[in-house]
């Protein structure tokens, strides 16, 4: 599948991978080059792979709620919250983002390689009074991510981004959010696929980079955040993930719930750590063993070389008695280990 | 791309310069450009005895890893120490300062069944 950006990412010289399925540039200048630029400057993202549900109806809240971790009835209007939407053993379906529009809408924005199998599982559990509709083939998306993301937005929109994350704008047609996967400032702007191009090319115009798939990659693993299908599966529940905070327990029931709170009574095994390499050593990367004491005790989920540290930078599930920030561990590549150590997230933080 | 009419090269895009019995080997322009920023390498180890096609070094990109062969066969005299310490040389200097290994020749012979400049800037399209 193309994004409707294929051709332009072609002309900024992107070199073109498969993605779930998607044709996406894994990088054009080079990831070192693009990483930086969102650091320091901003940076540009095609993010149209991504997909777009819509929720109306007197009861879209509550079955939002039924259906997802956090507290969608709380979620003021033009606003927007991260959320996980679960199996009933507690696992990870997908993470999203769910943005409330005016009036009784609801926008959510799903991974890419879940679209289909989110879609399905929501439809499966639609109920009286909640209109759903799958509108990803409609929609183009540009995440605009750096310290001078609020220029471009300036340039774009003609008024101040603001401040806040996780604001939602409706503009004409078009959702601008607040949000981003990078840690930088930022905004995500969803718009109808006819318009791709030319916003495209005004983001370029305004002064960002393009950015591709790596640098995405390397900027979200500094953060700590986790990558569905990688750090996040159906079979690892987001206590298990550190994702607590997106889950409210408060709420009288939502799929999934039930096994949050035995895991919670019977104590939550293991958990999703970040690590850091201590010596110089090869990048890290998914699945390579870790240790701890000698013994081998996991694998890593997502592995990097971390363009702003200067080292290997690492995400495993460990037993929860060494998941804390200091505890060492090693990392074996091609047979030869290396020391790393747990470290709190996000692992890169802006010296301020 | 830049291939220097006084080496010869292999099809897995290594090049070797050959002085009396001894080679230096390292990776072409082309490669470096296919690998892209190439963030961590690791030269063989002084005394390794290498045959012509054998993985000789591993260096990794940002993205991926990528194995290294040796396009002779002999033992392995120097290593590139300032790779391992400035990565980015193989894709700043890969003819000059990015060098990987010096290797002695057990068979000078197989110099002639790699490629020629004119050969190697076929098989890469220019």
Known sequence: MRTPLFEAHLVAGGRMVDFAGWEMPVQYSGILDEHQAVRESSGVFDVSHMGEFFVSGAWGAAWLDSLLTNNVASLDRGHACYSLMLNERGGVIDDLIVCRLGGEEFLLVVNASMIAEDAGWMKARLREGVVFENRSADFAALAVQGPAAGEIFGALFGRAMPAERNRVLEIGEDFVVTTGYTGEKGFEWIMPSAEATESWRRVLEAGAKPCGLGARDTLRLEMGYPLNGSDLSPDQTPLEAGLGIFVDFTKPSFVGKEALVAQKASGVPRRLCALKVMEKSPPMRPHYPVFLDGARVAETTSGAYSPSLGCGIAMACLPVEFARPGQEAAIEVRGKKFRACVHKKPLYQKAT | ?126
Request: no cysteine; hydrophobic share 40%; proline share 6%.
């Open chain 2, 1 to 126: 791309m830049n291939v220097p009419g006084n080496l010869r090269y292999a099809e897995s895009h290594e090049w070797i310069r050959v002085e009396g019995d001894t080679g230096t080997v390292g990776i072409t322009e082309h490669a470096q450009a296919e690998l892209t920023d190439i963030v961590f390498a690791e030269p063989p180890a002084v005394g390794k005895s290498l045959k012509a096609g054998e993985v000789a070094a591993v260096v990794e990109s940002v993205k991926a890893a990528s194995d290294i062969y040796s396009p002779v066969s002999g033992e392995v005299v120097e290593r590139n120490t300032a790779i391992e310490i400035a990565p980015a040389l193989l894709n700043t200097d890969p003819f000059g300062e990015g060098w990987i290994f010096k290797i002695r020749l057990s068979n000078p012979s197989e110099i002639e069944s790699l490629k020629d400049p004119a050969a190697y800037k076929a098989q890469i399209g220019e």
